[in-house]
């Protein structure tokens, strides 16, 4: 029993790990790290460059310039993929993750305009 126990920590422990490293890579795409990172093009604000509708979809309470804390805009990134893509989520699917940051929940009809954004995501995983 300890075993088992043993092995499920180190998993859980293990995709957490591997949980940083995708938004540390989604960090290093969208701001160069910047959590103070504006695109006045796009209203799109934060270290993930989230927009105003991507955080009216994600649910979160507060309001849009509050993700200029990281901690606060990964909450929002979260909610978001727990959302539109939860089996990826649980999974660490960071393909999708990363597909469905970039194109938005219906990132699916058309794929193929999210392809450059994942290289770029998975160079820096």
Known sequence: MKKILVVLLL???AQAA???GFFAALAKVESSGNAKAVNKKETALGIYQIRPGYFKDARV???HEQVFNPVFARSVCEAYFKRYEPAA???GD???LAR???GGCGWRKNKSATDSYWK???KNL
């Open 120 to 122: 770029k995501i998975k």
């Open 89 to 91: 989520f649980a999974s």
């Open 11 to 13: 998993s859980v422990s």
């Open 61 to 63: 309470k507060g309001n």
């Open 18 to 20: 591997n949980l940083d």
């Open 100 to 102: 469905c940051h970039n």
């Open 94 to 96: 960071f393909e999708t």
